[in-house]
T-cell receptor, first 116, second 114 residues
Framework: AQSVTQPDIHITVSEGASLELRCNYS??????LFWYVQSPGQGLQLLLK??????LVQGIKGFEAEFKRSQSSFNLRKPSVHWSDAAEYFC??????????????FGKGTLLTVNP | DVKVTQSSRYLVKRTGEKVFLECVQD?????MFWYRQDPGLGLRLIYF???????EKGDIPEGYSVSREKKERFSLILESASTNQTSMYLC?????????????FGPGTRLTVT
């Protein structure tokens, strides 16, 4: 069964600093990988996705992520963080789960605090 | 824009009550999902539905049931609420196939059972 690990529960950065959120996955085949963001009081929103091809993927709000098969990682990055990026970030892996079921498995999340 | 709405943002119920959480989506999506979100545990899938009247158990279905009588509406039912069901409940929807992974979420219902 697939699983996702987000090693950092809480990260604090200063506004304007760069950001990297870590994600490691476990899955036997080529995974489909996702990052979702949950702003305070909101539901989750898809930031970006990786299905195949170029291992560096661009998403909304200036985020990017890089798929590294050798490290089973899909880290999220942003060169310059804005105060509005304060939120909880979830990495997820998608895999078929019996028959035609497509199952999305989420990590436990990383809470990002942005200091002014 | 896809919109997923949930009937309540906050709900307080007593132990033993029957609780209904409602979710409506306006994009004609085939799939609908109910998740539970708890601090330190992330999102866990309770049930999902891929068509009207069709449902499948997720990872933590115990103590819950669901109903999908119309394509746009998916209800989560707590037959007899217990304090350990105090949580944030998130509804989501998506189209079929690989797009199942691209889910649109509602704002959540924070349920407190006392």
């Amino acid at each position: 069964a697939q699983s996702v690990t987000q090693p950092d529960i809480h990260i604090t950065v200063s506004e304007g600093a760069s950001l990297e959120l870590r994600c490691n996955y476990s899955y036997g085949a080529t995974p489909y990988l996702f990052w979702y963001v949950q702003s305070p009081g909101q539901g989750l929103q898809l930031l970006l996705k990786y299905f195949s091809g170029d291992t560096l993927v661009q998403g909304i709000k200036g985020f990017e992520a890089e798929f590294k098969r050798s490290q089973s990682s899909f880290n999220l990055r942003k060169p310059s963080v804005h105060w509005s990026d304060a939120a909880e970030y979830f990495c997820a892996v998608g895999a078929k789960s019996g028959g035609s079921n497509y199952k999305l498995t989420f990590g436990k999340g990383t809470l990002l605090t942005v200091n002014p | 824009d896809v919109k997923v709405t949930q009937s309540s943002r906050y709900l307080v119920k007593r132990t033993g009550e029957k609780v209904f959480l409602e979710c409506v989506q306006d994009m004609d999506h085939e799939n609908m999902f109910w998740y539970r979100q708890d601090p330190g545990l992330g999102l866990r899938l309770i049930y999902f539905s891929y068509d009207v009247k069709m449902k499948e158990k997720g990872d933590i279905p115990e103590g819950y049931s669901v109903s999908r009588e119309k394509k746009e509406r998916f209800s989560l039912i707590l037959e007899s609420a217990s304090t350990n069901q105090t949580s944030m409940y998130l509804c989501a929807s998506s189209t079929l196939g690989i797009a199942t992974y691209e889910q649109y979420f509602g704002p959540g219902t924070r349920l407190t059972v006392t």
